[in-house]
T-cell receptor, first 115, second 111 residues
Framework: NAGVTQTPKFQVLKTGQSMTLQCAQDMNHNSMYWYRQDPGMGLRLIYYSASEGTTDKGEVPNGYNVSRLNKREFSLRLESAAPSQTSVYFC??????????????FGPGTRLTVT | QKEVEQNSGPLSVPEGAIASLNCTYS??????FFWYRQYSGKSPELIMS????GDKEDGRFTAQLNKASQYVSLLIRDSQPSDSATYLCAVRPGGYNKLIFGAGTRLAVHP
C-alpha cells in the first residue's frame, strides 16, 4: 500500500496563476483533509471532507477550493495564487469520523512557492 | 476560535533524560487528544492518543490528560538523539470531524 500520495512534490507559481494539488489514499478511509504548514504556525486546516460527497471549511479556507472526486481522491485548487499561499501543503486521511478523526495518516507534502 | 497552545522551544535535554512536553487547549468540550511527531522536512506521524483523564503509557512514551485543567502532556523517558523532532499536540473539538493542531514544540536531545 502506498498510503497517502500527493502530487506534485514541488511547485513554483507566479502570482495570479492557478493550480490543483492532487491527493489520493489507498486505505479505504472515509475522511480526508488538507492542511498548510508555515514556520512557527503548526498545521492549519484548510478544508476537510468527513465522507465522500461532503466538504467543509477549516480554519483558513480563503483562496482555496476543494473537490472530493471519489472516496480515494481529494484535490485542492488555488484559483489565483498569491505570495501568502507560499507554504507546505499536507493531505491526510483517517478511517473514521469523530473518535477516529485523530488517527490521521499524512502524505509527503507539496512545497509551493508563489513569486 | 478554538486554540491549542504549545511552547515552541527548543527544549534541549541530555540523552537518557526525561523530556516533558506540554499543551493547553481552550475548548472544554474537546474529547480526544493526540501527539504527532514530525522530523525536519517530513510529514507528521501519530505517536500517542489519549481520550480519558489520567496517564497512558506506550513504551518510552506517556501521555497525560487533565480535562479539568485543560492540559495534555507527553513524557519521553530515556530520551534518545533519534527523538529530536517537533512534537505537535492535536485536539478534536467536541462534535467535530477535524483536529486543531498546536504550533509544535521542537525537542533536541544531545548526546
Amino acid at each position: 500500500n502506498a498510503g497517502v500520495t500527493q502530487t506534485p512534490k514541488f511547485q513554483v507559481l507566479k502570482t495570479g496563476q492557478s493550480m490543483t494539488l492532487q491527493c489520493a489514499q489507498d486505505m479505504n478511509h472515509n475522511s480526508m483533509y488538507w492542511y498548510r504548514q508555515d514556520p512557527g504556525m503548526g498545521l492549519r486546516l484548510i478544508y476537510y471532507s468527513a465522507s465522500e460527497g461532503t466538504t467543509d471549511k477549516g480554519e483558513v479556507p480563503n483562496g482555496y477550493n476543494v473537490s472530493r472526486l471519489n472516496k480515494r481522491e481529494f484535490s485542492l485548487r488555488l484559483e489565483s495564487a498569491a505570495p501568502s499561499q507560499t507554504s507546505v501543503y499536507f493531505c491526510a486521511s483517517s478511517e473514521a469520523q469523530l473518535a477516529g478523526v485523530g488517527e490521521q495518516y499524512f502524505g509527503p507534502g507539496t512545497r509551493l512557492t508563489v513569486t | 476560535q478554538k486554540e491549542v497552545e504549545q511552547n515552541s522551544g527548543p527544549l534541549s535535554v541530555p540523552e537518557g533524560a526525561i523530556a516533558s512536553l506540554n499543551c493547553t487547549y481552550s475548548d472544554r468540550g474537546s474529547q480526544s487528544f493526540f501527539w504527532y511527531r514530525q522530523y525536519s522536512g517530513k510529514s507528521p506521524e501519530l505517536i500517542m492518543s489519549i481520550y480519558s483523564n489520567g496517564d497512558k503509557e506506550d513504551g518510552r512514551f506517556t501521555a497525560q490528560l487533565n480535562k479539568a485543567s485543560q492540559y495534555v502532556s507527553l513524557l519521553i523517558r530515556d530520551s534518545q538523539p533519534s527523538d529530536s523532532a517537533t512534537y505537535l499536540c492535536a485536539v478534536r473539538p467536541g462534535g467535530y470531524n477535524k483536529l486543531i493542531f498546536g504550533a509544535g514544540t521542537r525537542l533536541a536531545v544531545h548526546p
